[in-house]
């Protein structure tokens, strides 16, 4: 479930729809978490769809570190890629943001995070990088781990509306982060290894 001080807005015809910021979500919120209602494909199953079903699926999903095709229920699906992106994921099943978003600010994340298929080039933003592949989260997850790491500590101060949709364990692996008694798991453990995997889609 994607944060619910957010909306979808038509951006334009090239890029299409985007998640933007009503209110303001500071540093340190849980922007997202993957809850009951995300629907979890295994390669196998993405197979069997009517081929009517597989562009959305191919469009709107990421993919997990065991392949599976993660498809959001909400507007979540409609969040674009930046090179700079306001909200990333971790290793716990939920995203936070690594910065203040402002209102009526597009959130975003880095689709280097998603385990995508094939090389994406998104609109030019002035960065280094200009090209995601499916092997970016091998390439910059300690740029990613201090960067959120950072977000961790400040995720106790903040309100978190997400908070009911977390398990406990969840909960507690923040306040450890957040207290310094652990050291958050690497997004790296995100990372799903197509190369390990012939028999899957793509």
Known sequence: MIHPHTEIKFISAEIGYGVFATQLIPTGTITWVKDMLDQELSPAEFEKLAPICRPVVETYTYRNNKGNYVLC???????????????????????????????????????????????????????????????DLLKYHKQWDNTLKKALFKSERQEQLLKP????????????????????????NNYFDAQKSPDLHG
């Open 73 to 135: 229920w909400d507007i979540a699906r409609y969040t674009n890629h930046s090179f700079r992106p306001n909200s990333m994921a971790t290793a716990y099943g939920f995203e936070i943001a690594v910065s203040d978003i402002k209102p009526g600010e597009q959130l975003t994340n880095d689709y280097g995070f998603l385990n995508i298929i094939e090389p994406f080039r998104p609109s030019d933003e002035g960065t280094r990088r200009k090209t995601v592949y499916p092997d």
């Open 165 to 188: 949709l977390l398990s406990d364990h969840q909960w507690e692996t923040i306040l450890k982060i957040a207290s310094g008694e652990c050291e958050p798991e690497s997004i790296r």
